[in-house]
C-alpha cells in the first residue's frame, strides 16, 4: 500500500440479534491488504439494489424504526417479529457486512498481472463490502471502465447488465426461442427491453400498473401485460402465443404469478396442439425465480401438464457455468454501452451516513420503479 491510504475506513454494517432486533451502524474498519489476485479499490459509489436490502433491511418491521447516535454516526433499530428469526438463524448476532457491487479507483493492487493491471483504473465490481470506503475484492470480479465512463455511470455495472444479458444466454442455451420477464418496468427489465430490441429476440413484459406498461410502450416493447387489468390472464396468453416463450424469469416469487405464466404457457402451446393429451403439452416450459419483491408463499395448481420445471436462478452461479470466456463477452458489452443500453439511473445520491436516515430509509425500501438510490461513500 502507499502512504495516502489511511489506515481505516467506514463500513456499513447490518446486525440482527437473538433478541429480535435489527442495528444498522457505521464502524471503522482496518483498510485491508490485497492478497495476490485482489484489488483494493476506494469506492466511489455503490447502488441499492433489491437484493443488499434483504441483507441490509432483513425481515424488520420498519414501522418500528428508530435512529439515534449522532449525524456523522446514526445508529438504526427496528424490531425483527419473532416468526421471522428462524428465517435469519444463520446471521444471528453477525454484524454483516452489505453491498454487492460498486465502482471505485483501484489504489492498491495484489502480485498477479490481472490485478497489477487494474491498479490506479476506474473499476465496476462485484463484492460484499461495497457500502465502504475501502473495498477488496477479486480481480477477476473487476471490469476495468472507459475513460469517459464514471463511476455513477459503472456503480450498476455488474448485477442488473449481466442478470439482464444472462437471461438471453440461459434462454439460447437451453433451447428457448422467446422469453417472459416480470417486473419488467424496472432498471433490469428495461435493460432487457433493450438488448431483446437489439438482437431481434421476442419479449414478454409483465408490469403491476398501467402507467408502468405504457413506460414500455413508449421504449418499444411490443407485448406488454399489465398484472394489475381485468384481462391480464387473456394478454399474457396472447402476448405468450405471438411470442413462442417458453422460459420465463420471475422477479416477485411470491403470489400466484409464477404458476400463472406457466398456465398460460400451456394455455398458449394447446392452441396449436393437433390432438389432446392428458398429460398436457410435451413442450417443456421452463420458469426461474430469481427475486422476491414478494415476500408471500409461492402458490400455484397444476394446470399446465407435465412438461415443466420450476427453480431459482442466482447471478453467481450462472457466471460460473458460463464460463470466463463467456464472462468476458459480456463484461466487454457492458463496458461499451454503459452509457445507452446498460445505463442506470438514481432518484438520490446519499453518504454513509445519509443512508441511515429515517427518511431515506422509507425512500429506498419501497422498492418502487425509477426510485433506486446510489450510495456514494467518500463524499464529505
Given at each position: 500500500m502507499t502512504a495516502t491510504i489511511p489506515q481505516t475506513g467506514l463500513q456499513l454494517r447490518s446486525l440482527i440479534t437473538r433478541a429480535g432486533q435489527l442495528e444498522l451502524s457505521l464502524i471503522d474498519q482496518p483498510v485491508p491488504t490485497p492478497g495476490p489476485d485482489e484489488v483494493l479499490i476506494r469506492v466511489e459509489a455503490s447502488p441499492i439494489n433489491p437484493s443488499d436490502l434483504g441483507l441490509l433491511l432483513g425481515p424488520a418491521d420498519l414501522s418500528t424504526l428508530k435512529v439515534s447516535g449522532t449525524a456523522e454516526r446514526p445508529v438504526?433499530?427496528?424490531?425483527?417479529?419473532?416468526?421471522?428469526?428462524?428465517?435469519?438463524?444463520?446471521?444471528?448476532?453477525?454484524?454483516?457486512?452489505?453491498?454487492?457491487?460498486?465502482?471505485?479507483?483501484?489504489?492498491?493492487?495484489?502480485?498477479?498481472?490481472?490485478?497489477?493491471?487494474?491498479?490506479?483504473?476506474?473499476?465496476?465490481?462485484?463484492?460484499?463490502?461495497?457500502?465502504?470506503?475501502?473495498?477488496?475484492?477479486?480481480?477477476?470480479?473487476?471490469?476495468?471502465?472507459?475513460?469517459?465512463?464514471?463511476?455513477?455511470?459503472?456503480?450498476?455495472?455488474?448485477?442488473?447488465?449481466?442478470?439482464?444479458?444472462?437471461?438471453?444466454?440461459?434462454?439460447?442455451?437451453?433451447?428457448?426461442?422467446?422469453?417472459?420477464?416480470?417486473?419488467?418496468?424496472?432498471?433490469?427489465?428495461?435493460?432487457?427491453?433493450?438488448?431483446?430490441?437489439?438482437?431481434?429476440?421476442?419479449?414478454?413484459?409483465?408490469?403491476?400498473?398501467?402507467?408502468?406498461?405504457?413506460?414500455?410502450?413508449?421504449?418499444?416493447?411490443?407485448?406488454?401485460?399489465?398484472?394489475?387489468?381485468?384481462?391480464?390472464?387473456?394478454?399474457?396468453?396472447?402476448?405468450?402465443?405471438?411470442?413462442?416463450?417458453?422460459?420465463?424469469?420471475?422477479?416477485?416469487?411470491?403470489?400466484?404469478?409464477?404458476?400463472?405464466?406457466?398456465?398460460?404457457?400451456?394455455?398458449?402451446?394447446?392452441?396449436?396442439?393437433?390432438?389432446?393429451?392428458?398429460?398436457?403439452?410435451t413442450t417443456h416450459k421452463q420458469l426461474y425465480v430469481y427475486g422476491f419483491l414478494d415476500n408471500s408463499p409461492t402458490q400455484f395448481s397444476n394446470s399446465w401438464g407435465m412438461a415443466w420445471s420450476m427453480g431459482g436462478w442466482l447471478l453467481m452461479p450462472f457466471m460460473r457455468k458460463a464460463g470466463p470466456v463467456v464472462m468476458q463477452r459480456l463484461k466487454d458489452r457492458v463496458a461499451r454501452e454503459l452509457k445507452t443500453t446498460f445505463a442506470s439511473h438514481y432518484s438520490a445520491h446519499v453518504s454513509l451516513a445519509e443512508a441511515l436516515q429515517a427518511s431515506a430509509i422509507a425512500h429506498y425500501s419501497r422498492r418502487a420503479t425509477g426510485e433506486k438510490v446510489l450510495i456514494v461513500p467518500n463524499r464529505d
Amino acid at each position: 500500500m502507499t502512504a495516502t491510504i489511511p489506515q481505516t475506513g467506514l463500513q456499513l454494517r447490518s446486525l440482527i440479534t437473538r433478541a429480535g432486533q435489527l442495528e444498522l451502524s457505521l464502524i471503522d474498519q482496518p483498510v485491508p491488504t490485497p492478497g495476490p489476485d485482489e484489488v483494493l479499490i476506494r469506492v466511489e459509489a455503490s447502488p441499492i439494489n433489491p437484493s443488499d436490502l434483504g441483507l441490509l433491511l432483513g425481515p424488520a418491521d420498519l414501522s418500528t424504526l428508530k435512529v439515534s447516535g449522532t449525524a456523522e454516526r446514526p445508529v438504526v433499530t427496528a424490531t425483527v417479529p419473532e416468526a421471522a428469526l428462524r428465517a435469519v438463524a444463520g446471521r444471528l448476532d453477525h454484524a454483516m457486512s452489505v453491498g454487492i457491487e460498486g465502482a471505485g479507483l483501484v489504489v492498491a493492487a495484489g502480485s498477479s498481472p490481472a490485478a497489477q493491471a487494474l491498479l490506479n483504473r476506474r473499476v465496476a465490481a462485484m463484492g460484499e463490502a461495497m457500502y465502504a470506503q475501502y473495498c477488496c475484492v477479486p480481480a477477476q470480479q473487476c471490469m476495468a471502465l472507459p475513460d469517459d465512463v464514471s463511476a455513477v455511470d459503472g456503480a450498476s455495472a455488474f448485477i442488473n447488465p449481466i442478470t439482464a444479458l444472462g437471461m438471453v444466454e440461459t434462454m439460447r442455451s437451453e433451447g428457448h426461442g422467446a422469453l417472459v420477464h416480470t417486473a419488467a418496468a424496472s432498471n433490469l427489465g428495461q435493460m432487457l427491453n433493450r438488448i431483446c430490441q437489439a438482437e431481434g429476440v421476442k419479449l414478454a413484459n409483465i408490469v403491476r400498473k398501467p402507467e408502468q406498461a405504457k413506460l414500455l410502450r413508449e421504449l418499444g416493447a411490443t407485448y406488454v401485460c399489465d398484472s394489475s387489468a381485468e384481462n391480464f390472464m387473456a394478454d399474457l396468453t396472447d402476448a405468450v402465443a405471438a411470442t413462442g416463450a417458453t422460459i420465463a424469469f420471475d422477479a416477485t416469487g411470491g403470489g400466484k404469478l409464477g404458476g400463472q405464466i406457466l398456465g398460460c404457457m400451456e394455455a398458449a402451446l394447446r392452441r396449436s396442439a393437433k390432438e389432446y393429451s392428458r398429460y398436457g403439452s410435451t413442450t417443456h416450459k421452463q420458469l426461474y425465480v430469481y427475486g422476491f419483491l414478494d415476500n408471500s408463499p409461492t402458490q400455484f395448481s397444476n394446470s399446465w401438464g407435465m412438461a415443466w420445471s420450476m427453480g431459482g436462478w442466482l447471478l453467481m452461479p450462472f457466471m460460473r457455468k458460463a464460463g470466463p470466456v463467456v464472462m468476458q463477452r459480456l463484461k466487454d458489452r457492458v463496458a461499451r454501452e454503459l452509457k445507452t443500453t446498460f445505463a442506470s439511473h438514481y432518484s438520490a445520491h446519499v453518504s454513509l451516513a445519509e443512508a441511515l436516515q429515517a427518511s431515506a430509509i422509507a425512500h429506498y425500501s419501497r422498492r418502487a420503479t425509477g426510485e433506486k438510490v446510489l450510495i456514494v461513500p467518500n463524499r464529505d
